[in-house]
């Protein structure tokens, strides 16, 4: 059974920073990329960073020179490394793959509050 375990979220200050990980596990097929999403109170889940299997990233124009994804292909692992935090990147984040077989999956969400 897929199952992808989140973890890192929590309260930082303004300008503070988190590490948020993903470890996906479960499925007999490769992992094509992984990314991130968020979805704050009352709002729509928004992609805020991706990475393919060979290392391409994109990024939301709000993130862009704060946060860097990365990931390690051997541990099925991606991370999130948030700087520069700001009250408005205060969401729930959500890690999804997408599978070689063309499914999607998705992580159960962290909670990250930016708040002094």
């Known amino acids: 059974q897929v199952q992808l375990v989140e973890s890192g979220g929590g309260l930082v200050q303004p300008g503070g920073s988190l590490r948020l990980s993903c470890a996906a596990s479960?499925?007999?097929?490769?992992?094509?990329?992984m990314g991130w999403y968020r979805q704050a109170a009352g709002k729509q889940r928004d992609m805020v960073a991706t990475?393919?299997?060979?290392?391409?990233?994109n990024y939301a124009d709000s993130v862009k020179g704060r946060f860097t994804v990365s990931r390690d292909n051997a541990k099925n692992t991606a991370y999130l490394q948030m700087n520069s935090l700001k009250p408005e990147d205060t969401a729930v984040y959500y890690c999804?793959?997408?599978?070689?077989?063309?499914?999607?999956?998705w992580g159960q969400g962290t909670q990250v509050t930016v708040s002094s």
């Open positions: 479960g499925s007999r097929f490769s992992i094509n990329a």
């Open positions: 990475i393919t299997s060979g290392g391409n990233t």
């Open positions: 999804n793959v997408f599978w070689a077989d063309g499914r999607s999956s």
